[in-house]
Each structure stands twice: as structure tokens, then as C-alpha cells.
């Protein structure tokens, strides 16, 4: 399998966030840095929830959303979680993506409430992509 591009929309930490994967076949290597609490583990977390609906977070498991956005947004207000992976495996071309909407209940609710939540994924070969 080679990965292509992570998108985060929203989740947890990050408001809005892509990575590239580094794709030369030789030396291409992408390397994950940061000091403690900057979203390394978010991120493997984001893979698990794209996959398996499933997050390993020691703190607040369940809040998903990003906090500083629905704080920002007026009650009944919703707010889009989103994992995208682009990906490609023995030549085919595949986008995965997970998607939540948290609805903000009350003035001081930082966790929204799930409202919907789905999962596509969809794949190429050749030419027309195929849900």
C-alpha cells in the first residue's frame, strides 16, 4: 500500500490539516515530529477512526470535534469531522473517508452532540472512480 495524502477536518486539534506523503520509491520516507501534545498520536488516531470507527485517546475518547470550533459556532449550529486518506494498493487508486456532524446543543457545549456519521470509500482503475 502507498500513502498519498491524510486530510483532517476538525478533528481534535486540527481545524484543517494535509499530509503528504512522501512517494519516491527509493528514498522517499515522511517523518512525524513533534514535541508531546502537538497531534502525533491524533494522527495514528485518525487512521483507527477512518478504519475502525475506534480512537485510542487516554483523554476524552469521545470528543472527536474540535473544540475551539464549535465554541465558535452558535447553538444548533453544526460542525463537520472528517478523515480523508488517498491511498493506492497494486495499482489502484483508492480515497477512503470518514466523516461525523456534531451539532452544538447548548451555549457551553464543547462536544457537540452526533448527529450523522459515514464512511466511503471509493476506487479507480483506470478511469471512472467507482463508490
Same mark, same amino acid.
Given at each position: 500500500?502507498?500513502?498519498?495524502?491524510?486530510?483532517?477536518?476538525?478533528?481534535?486539534?486540527?481545524?484543517?490539516?494535509?499530509?503528504?506523503?512522501?512517494?519516491?520509491?527509493?528514498?522517499?520516507?515522511?517523518?512525524?515530529?513533534?514535541?508531546?501534545?502537538?497531534?502525533?498520536?491524533?494522527?495514528?488516531?485518525?487512521?483507527?477512526?477512518?478504519?475502525?470507527? #475506534?480512537?485510542?485517546?487516554?483523554?476524552?475518547?469521545? $470528543?472527536? !470535534?474540535? *473544540?475551539?470550533?464549535? @465554541?465558535?459556532?452558535?447553538? %444548533? =449550529?453544526?460542525?463537520?469531522?472528517?478523515?480523508?486518506?488517498?491511498?493506492?494498493? #497494486?495499482?489502484?487508486?483508492?480515497?477512503?473517508?470518514? $466523516?461525523? !456532524?456534531? *451539532?452544538?446543543?447548548? @451555549?457551553?457545549?464543547?462536544? %457537540? =452532540?452526533?448527529?450523522?456519521?459515514?464512511?466511503?470509500?471509493?476506487?479507480?482503475?483506470?478511469?471512472?472512480?467507482?463508490?
Amino acid at each position: 500500500m502507498e500513502l498519498r495524502e491524510l486530510e483532517l477536518t476538525n478533528f481534535r486539534q486540527f481545524e484543517q490539516g494535509v499530509i503528504e506523503f512522501a512517494r519516491e520509491t527509493e528514498t522517499g520516507v515522511t517523518v512525524i515530529n513533534g514535541a508531546n501534545g502537538s497531534g502525533k498520536t491524533t494522527l495514528l488516531s485518525a487512521f483507527t477512526w477512518l478504519f475502525y470507527d #475506534e480512537v485510542g485517546f487516554d483523554t476524552r475518547p469521545d $470528543r472527536l !470535534v474540535n *473544540e475551539g470550533v464549535i @465554541a465558535r459556532g452558535n447553538v %444548533g =449550529e453544526t460542525v463537520p469531522v472528517a478523515v480523508r486518506l488517498m491511498f493506492a494498493h #497494486e495499482g489502484i487508486e483508492y480515497v477512503a473517508e470518514r $466523516r461525523a !456532524v456534531y *451539532e452544538k446543543r447548548t @451555549a457551553t457545549d464543547f462536544d %457537540g =452532540e452526533l448527529v450523522d456519521m459515514g464512511l466511503t470509500v471509493k476506487y479507480r482503475n483506470g478511469g471512472t472512480w467507482t463508490e
